[in-house]
T-cell receptor, first 112, second 114 residues
């Protein structure tokens, strides 16, 4: 069975500081990994995805993530955050028949 | 840019009533999904649908739930007899053949069962 653990439920950070949101997964088969963002009262927007190839994946809004197979991690990073990055971030792994299995989410709060 | 749409945005119903949540997936997508998110909790998979049949369903998707693609554009989730614990945000998603894992989500329908 596949599962996702997001290690931080909340991450406070000051504007223009770097941020890392941590995600670990478990899977017995090849994985596809995703980060989604949910702004307040909105749906889920795909930030980036790892399907194969380069382990460093770049996404929208300046975010990137690195797939680390040996550590079963897929941490999300941004070198300089903005107030507008305040949102809930979900890591997900693709399970059987393409269903997505989500982590519990990390609330990123960017302060001025 | 094409997007998944859902109606209504908010549905309030009495316990025991039937509700139908509607979704219009992106037009060339062939795989369809429903997920739900109970307030403050993680997003949970409910069901996937391809070629007019259910591909996979979760334990949550019991006999009270059903899905249908009644025409070429809509994809619906029906809850036959709602319970208080069905209150949640329901998200529809779709994906294109060959890139099934890249799912595009709608804005969600917030279902409140009183």
């Amino acid at each position: 069975a596949q599962s996702v653990t997001q290690l931080d439920s909340q991450v406070p950070v000051f504007e223009e500081a770097p941020v890392e949101l941590r995600c670990n997964y478990s899977s017995s088969v090849s994985v596809y990994l995703f980060w989604y963002v949910q702004y307040p009262n909105q749906g889920l927007q795909l930030l980036l995805k790892y399907l194969s190839g380069s382990t460093l994946v770049k996404g929208i809004n300046g975010f990137e993530a690195e797939f680390n197979k040996s550590q079963t991690s897929f941490h999300l990073r941004k070198p300089s955050v903005h107030i507008s990055d305040t949102a809930e971030y979900f890591c997900a792994v693709s399970g059987g028949y393409n269903k997505l299995i989500f982590g519990a989410g990390t609330r990123l709060a960017v302060h001025p | 840019e094409p997007e998944v749409t859902q109606t209504p945005s908010h549905q309030v119903t009495q316990m025991g009533q039937e509700v139908i949540l509607r979704c219009v997936p992106i037009s060339n997508h062939l795989y369809f999904y429903w997920y739900r998110q109970i307030l403050g909790q993680k997003v949970e998979f409910l069901v996937s649908f391809y070629n007019n049949e259910i591909s996979e369903k979760s334990e949550i998707f019991d006999d009270q739930f059903s899905v249908e693609r009644p025409d070429g554009s809509n994809f619906t989730l029906k809850i036959r007899s709602t319970k208080l614990e069905d209150s949640a945000m329901y998200f529809c998603a779709s994906s294109v053949q060959g890139r099934e894992n890249e799912q595009f989500f709608g804005p969600g329908t917030r279902l409140t069962v009183l």
